[in-house]
């Protein structure tokens, strides 16, 4: 049964080897995003880290200006 809007075959239709590529394309993006993860995950903490040292760098400013002002 194909789709109306498309021109390729729907996977119940597919050849074996079209459904064994599919499987095989699937497995080697599986196999991608797990070696890819801890990376992202790294690179989302590292800029997360980042941000809360940019406030606490500004925090620390506006405390030491509201304190000069109290002087």
Known sequence: ???ETSD???IWDQSPEA???RAEARLKRREEHRIEAPKATQEYRSAEQDQRDQLAKLRAERVAREKA???
């Open 1 to 3: 049964m194909q789709s």
């Open 8 to 10: 390729q075959p729907s």
């Open 19 to 21: 459904k064994k590529a």
């Open 69 to 71: 002002i109290k002087l």
